[in-house]
T-cell receptor, first 115, second 112 residues
């Protein structure tokens, strides 16, 4: 059963702690993305990766870090430098350049609450 | 990246056809128009993508006029389960190298 998994679904952390959100896909997609969504807002791109061992900053990368050591995995670390980390985090993946499609496949999301 | 403008919300009743229009006046030659659907606390789901004229799939149709400065997503015979936020995106095609910008979308509320 192919898809994207994110864990955990809900996460609580104390202010000042780093936290890592997991994202795994078995769709054999080259590209992966991390978005943040605040209540009543659209999605904002944090980081994206086109291939293994390569990633680029999105529009709101400050206070976040990522790694892409394996094709299947793209974990996101929310650091203590992120001023307002409480949000809904979405991971997505897409195939690379085979067709002019803008279809991204999204995971179920992780809702992070920083207390 | 082309900016899009769409209504904040729309209301409809079950069984009706719903048309959501999106404006994208500065769309570029290489840009495609893509629509996503998002339910609360879930990730968006791709609905349809087009470049010009009309595209139809099993869930929706996308109408794009010749000047491509707007597009209309058409949902035939909506049901309560179509209540969701619908996003219109304009971006260059190409999957992995593409950066998609999701605005605030259109909240469609379907009533019985």
């Amino acid at each position: 059963d192919g898809g994207i998994t994110q864990s955990p679904k809900y996460l609580f952390r104390k202010e000042g702690q780093n936290v890592t959100l997991s994202c795994e896909q078995n769709l054999n997609h080259d590209a992966m993305y991390w978005y943040r969504q605040d209540p009543g807002q659209g999605l904002r791109l944090i980081y994206y990766s086109q291939i293994v061992n390569d990633f680029q900053k999105g529009d709101i990368a400050e206070g976040y870090s990522v790694s892409r050591e394996k094709k299947e995995s793209f974990p996101l670390t929310v650091t203590s430098a992120q001023k307002n980390p409480t949000a809904f985090y979405l991971c997505a993946s897409s195939p690379s350049g085979l067709a002019y499609t803008n279809e991204q496949f999204f995971g179920p999301g992780t809702r992070l609450t920083v207390l | 990246l082309a900016k899009t403008t769409q209504p904040i919300s729309m209301d409809s009743y079950e069984g009706q056809e719903v048309n959501i229009t999106c404006s994208h006046n500065n769309i570029a030659t290489n840009d495609y128009i893509t629509w996503y659907q998002q339910f609360p606390s879930q990730g968006p789901r791709f609905i349809i993508q087009g470049y010009k004229t009309k595209v139809t799939n099993e869930v929706a149709s996308l109408f794009i006029p010749a000047d491509r400065k707007s597009s209309t997503l058409s949902l035939p015979r909506v049901s309560l389960s179509d209540t969701a936020v619908y996003y219109c995106l304009v971006a260059q095609g190409g999957g992995a190298t593409n950066k998609l910008i999701f605005g605030t979308g259109t909240l469609l509320a379907v009533q019985p």
